[in-house]
């Protein structure tokens, strides 16, 4: 096998599920949108991609050479796919405050502010 193929292996086999995951957190919720949410979900899955990538060469050049090939590869597969799903995890929970914090009403009576209608 290539080198540099097998080096970037574990990515290449997860690029199908990192796209679908990618295309989810992407489409939904579908509002509100601006450019602020754009440029929100773009760093994500930037960051995310570069998480995973860092994770596998990472894990690639540090796994115990005497535990064998295939080693690797499940040790690159985790840590990728483990760091992928941390960083978007956090960036869902992220976006959920946000955008839940941003289409509160502004409306400050009712029971849980303690303030009574007249």
Same mark, same amino acid.
């Given at each position: 096998?290539? /080198? ?5 292996? !574990?990515?290449? $086999? %997860?690029?199908?599920?990192?796209? &679908? =995951? *990618? ?5 939904? /919720? ?5 450019? !602020?949410?754009? $440029? %929100?979900?773009?760093?994500?899955? &930037? =960051? *995310? ?70």
């Amino acid at each position: 096998m290539n /080198p540099q193929v097998e080096f970037n292996l !574990a990515l290449i $086999l %997860f690029i199908p599920w990192f796209s &679908i =995951l *990618a295309w989810l957190f992407w489409i939904y /919720p579908r509002q509100p949108r601006g450019g !602020a949410r754009t $440029l %929100f979900d773009s760093a994500s899955l &930037i =960051l *995310a991609t570069a998480a995973a990538f860092w994770g596998m060469h990472w894990s690639m050049l540090n796994a115990d050479p005497q535990a064998g090939a295939i080693w690797k590869q499940v040790l690159a597969t985790s840590i990728a796919y483990g760091l992928f799903l941390l960083v978007m995890t956090t960036a869902i929970a992220l976006r959920w405050r946000w955008l839940r914090g941003r289409t509160a009403s502004p409306d400050t009576t009712g029971p849980l502010t303690g303030k009574v209608e007249s």
